[in-house]
T-cell receptor, first 112, second 115 residues
Framework: DQQVKQNSPSLSVQEGRISILNCDYTNSMFDYFLWYKKYPAEGPTFLISISSIKDKNEDGRFTVFLNKSAKHLSLHIVPSQPGDSAVYFCAASVGNTGKLIFGQGTTLQVKP | DSGVTQTPKHLITATGQRVTLRCSPRSGDLSVYWYQQSLDQGLQFLIQYYNGEERAKGNILERFSAQQFPDLHSELNLSSLELGDSALYFC??????????????FGPGTRLTVL
């Protein structure tokens, strides 16, 4: 049972435009959500997170939006840069454990 | 560089064999996590250790086991290997591991190929 889903395997965006990556979840007990970025031959790197008590969190060019009623979150990157080309994983956790449930990832390509 | 090291980077072995993957956490981190990423899959949580003790368990197979040593490094042992065990195995570490805000830092992974 895939509790965290990223339905778009890939996304291509022009440099300078907005990139929107989407993630859906099924477990209403999740109370913390994260986005990780992964380059080839490297491990995932933490990007940004959001608590379930918030609906938006911003860090520079990256903003995460959470819609609890729809069980949906999205990552907005504005403006997109070629260096943002990577695989983006959405993850969720519950309670006071460190266990993260990851989505399958979305490959973002930002074209110059 | 996350500060988490994993060895070896690549491992090629045969079905039925046993291998050990090693992870050294960031300096000061007490928690270690193991994840498996199979082809076209997201990362699957296997197990978490905190200061030498098992803290959380995911869908880890009985053929797999892990431990965390007094110096806080961790080893993941995979035995009776099957073709389907071929995957990237990531280790992550965090300061505590009992808080959702405790960021996990990932190592570069070990790519296991079972022939």
């Amino acid at each position: 049972d895939q509790q965290v889903k990223q339905n778009s395997p890939s996304l291509s965006v022009q440099e300078g435009r907005i990139s929107i990556l989407n993630c859906d979840y099924t477990n209403s007990m999740f109370d913390y959500f994260l986005w990780y970025k992964k380059y080839p031959a490297e491990g995932p790197t933490f990007l940004i997170s959001i608590s379930s008590i918030k609906d938006k969190n911003e860090d520079g060019r990256f903003t995460v939006f959470l819609n609890k009623s729809a069980k949906h979150l999205s990552l907005h990157i504005v403006p997109s840069q070629p260096g943002d080309s990577a695989v983006y994983f959405c993850a969720a956790s519950v309670g006071n454990t460190g266990k993260l449930i990851f989505g399958q990832g979305t490959t973002l390509q930002v074209k110059p | 560089d996350s500060g988490v090291t994993q060895t070896p980077k690549h491992l090629i072995t045969a079905t039925g064999q046993r291998v050990t993957l090693r992870c050294s956490p960031r300096s000061g981190d007490l928690s270690v996590y193991w994840y498996q990423q199979s082809l076209d899959q997201g990362l699957q949580f296997l197990i978490q250790y905190y200061n030498g003790e098992e803290r959380a368990k995911g869908n880890i197979l009985e053929r797999f086991s892990a431990q965390q040593f007094p110096d806080l490094h961790s080893e993941l042992n995979l035995s009776s290997l099957e073709l389907g065990d071929s995957a990237l195995y990531f280790c992550a570490s965090s300061v505590e591991g009992g808080s959702v805000t405790d960021t996990q830092y990932f190592g570069p992974g070990t790519r296991l190929t079972v022939l």
